[in-house]
């Protein structure tokens, strides 16, 4: 089992930035491959990012490719996501999630946090 807690969300103004961590319960932190997702109202969730246990490999959605970062700090059992240049269409509840290596599906999430983007 694995608990994972969100936070750094909030009201930021176009262009600015925000820093989202997610914290996980358990050991075996490393052994889980996690990911940043999020949903707009009216929209369908959407995965933002995502980040292997070692941290090698990397993924981002094309729309927030070179104003997001995703990274981890295992021995912290945290994920993080920095968030810059950020527009209204970033506006969204932006969730975390666990997957176990060599599974397809995320099987912990987190409550989200909401990010809101104003013009």
């Known amino acids: 089992q694995v608990q994972l807690v969100e936070s750094g969300g909030g009201l930021v103004q176009t262009g600015g930035s925000l820093r989202l961590s997610c914290a996980a319960s358990g050991r075996t932190f490393s052994s889980y491959n996690m990911g940043w997702f999020r949903q707009a109202p009216g929209k369908e969730r959407e995965r933002v990012a995502a980040?292997?246990?070692?941290?090698?490999?990397?993924y981002y959605t094309d729309s927030v490719k070179g104003r997001f970062t995703i990274s981890r700090d295992n021995a912290k059992n945290t994920v993080y996501l920095q968030m810059n240049s950020l527009k209204p269409e970033d506006t969204a509840v932006y969730y975390c999630a666990a997957r176990s290596m060599g599974t397809t599906k995320y099987d912990y999430w987190g409550q989200g946090t909401q990010v809101t983007v104003s013009s």
């Open positions: 980040i292997s246990g070692s941290g090698t490999a990397i």
